[in-house]
């Protein structure tokens, strides 16, 4: 059984600023945001990293492409646009070791990295 920060948020038992929320997945605001918006898509199952993926989590993974097309037309920048990033184990700078994808808007990005 895993027990990551984010476990621990969708649990309730510590606080996280929550922007969606449904059955499959939890997006909520990164503490040390990036860009002027910068949350994280996580799904609840648990998932270590883009490497355990299963191909019958694929609807997991499209339900995270289709909350960020929401989230951007939501906040009014579908058109302008955005960065989804997903870190991937150790080399890949990944930190929490539950599945989570960042989103990044509200500036024009440089071409740099989260
Ligand atoms: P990673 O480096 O694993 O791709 O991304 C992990 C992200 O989780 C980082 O951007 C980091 O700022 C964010 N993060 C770590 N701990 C917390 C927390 O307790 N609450 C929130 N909202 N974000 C966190």
């Excluded at 984010?6 to 990036?34: C, G, S, W, Y």
């Excluded at 499209?62 to 997903?86: C, H, P, V, W």
Aim: aromatic share 8%; glycine share 6%.
């Amino acid at each position: 059984m895993s027990d990551t920060i984010f476990h621990k948020i969708i649990a309730r038992e510590i606080p996280a600023t929550i922007e969606f929320e449904n059955d499959t997945l939890i997006v909520i605001r990164d503490i040390n945001p990036q860009a002027p918006f910068h949350c994280l898509i996580i799904p609840k199952k648990t998932i270590r990293s883009i490497q355990q993926l299963e191909p019958e989590d694929s609807h997991i993974l499209m339900e995270m492409i289709s909350t960020a097309q929401k989230l951007a037309k939501d906040n009014g920048f579908d058109s302008k646009g955005y960065r989804l990033i997903m870190n991937c184990e150790e080399w890949g700078g990944q930190t929490v070791f539950q599945l989570h994808m960042h989103m990044l808007s509200g500036t024009h990005l440089s071409g740099g990295f989260a």
